[in-house]
């Protein structure tokens, strides 16, 4: 029997050892859920995203669920349409490891997410994920991320060169600025946010970070979220959780605090050179949405999309399937051209 494989909430969960991707004591490991489609929904050219959350958040904000509402599951959304989804924890978030979340760079972050990517993609190509799923053999591979998520996979792909595409969601690779009801808090919060990568972990901290904002409900959340679900979210605080939502994480890398700063993705950005989906909110963290194609200078397909009535966190909009049908198409699209390009260049 398969009919098991075609139900979104019930992925296979994975634990991959990335200790030897990063230089730090003691075994290192990323949880990661993969939701896997009805294989005669799969289209002839494989498609995989992987998926990383943001700040505060985990795997489980891919793929939320709450009682009397539906339809909150982008992971759902994308395997309905013949997609593979892999959701998962970086490092110092969630169910991962979380033992030196205080001496995380940002690097190491990418690097573990990479090697984390390769694994994945070799258990596919093995068809040892599920029993009764094909193996799944170069499909091409778009690796998205929301707010730190974003950033992260800005840095993967400019680094590592992990994806055929990536789908850059609520960041900015020129400078991420969270919006604030009032000029005088959005004035503070920025002053909170002038580090470079070489700031020592040390001098970065989320809860002295976090004093200086004054609203996280106003940047997050379109005033259209039904109340039961800010609820859900917010009540047990934000950015330090005192209660963890299943899609929440009780930790958060301090070198996120940093992540806010000016230029602080922009080296990588400009390394990208594959196509690249930017999708953003209308109340989101990118102050000029339409200066941000360029920062990728390197990439000759460059997609913008601003999603109306959404805040920063996407999932969570009642716009959200919008923004969830545009990455979709846009991943058939660019997946598409790929195998014109392999067909025309063979000889």
Not at 100 to 120: F, G, I, K, Q, T
Request: with cysteine; aromatic share 10%; hydrophobic share 45%.
């Amino acid at each position: 029997m398969t009919a098991t494989i075609a139900d979104p909430f019930q992925p296979v969960e994975l634990r991959i050892d990335v200790t030897a991707a990063v230089a730090l004591p003691g075994p290192s490991v990323l949880a990661v859920s993969v939701y896997l489609p009805d294989p005669v929904r799969m289209p002839a050219n494989p498609l995989v995203i992987f998926a990383s959350p943001g700040g505060g958040y985990s795997r489980g904000y891919f793929a939320m669920r709450f009682e009397g509402h539906s339809g909150y599951s982008q992971a759902e959304y994308h395997t309905a349409r013949g997609m593979i989804f892999v959701a998962y924890d970086h490092l110092g978030v969630g169910e991962s490891s979380t033992g030196h979340v205080n001496a995380l760079r940002v690097e190491m972050l990418a690097d573990a997410n990479h090697a984390m990517v390769e694994a994945v993609l070799a258990r596919l190509a093995q068809g040892t994920l599920r029993q009764g799923f094909p193996p799944v053999a170069k499909p091409f591979v778009v690796g998205i991320g929301q707010s730190m998520g974003a950033g992260v996979t800005i840095v993967m792909q400019g680094r590592r060169h992990t994806f055929d595409a990536v789908g850059i969601l609520g960041v900015s690779a020129i400078n991420t600025q969270l919006p604030q009801p009032t000029q005088e808090a959005a004035r503070r919060s920025r002053a909170t946010f002038m580090f470079t990568r070489a700031t020592p972990c040390e001098e970065l901290s989320v809860p002295v970070s976090a004093a200086n904002i004054m609203d996280f409900r106003y940047p997050f959340h379109w005033e259209d979220v039904p109340k039961e679900i800010l609820d859900a979210d917010m009540k047990g605080g934000y950015p330090v959780r005192k209660s963890v939502p299943p899609f929440g994480s009780a930790t958060i890398p301090a070198c996120a605090v940093a992540m806010n700063s000016p230029g602080y993705f922009t080296p990588e950005a400009a390394n990208i050179d594959v196509p690249v989906f930017i999708g953003v909110g209308e109340r989101d963290v990118c102050p000029d949405p339409w200066a941000e194609p360029s920062a990728y200078w390197n990439s000759r397909d460059v997609s913008l999309f601003v999603v109306p009535r959404m805040a920063h966190m996407h999932n969570f909009a009642g716009t959200r399937e919008a923004l969830w049908r545009r990455l979709g198409d846009w991943t058939e699209m660019v997946s598409r051209q790929a195998v014109i390009r392999a067909i025309s260049a063979a000889p």
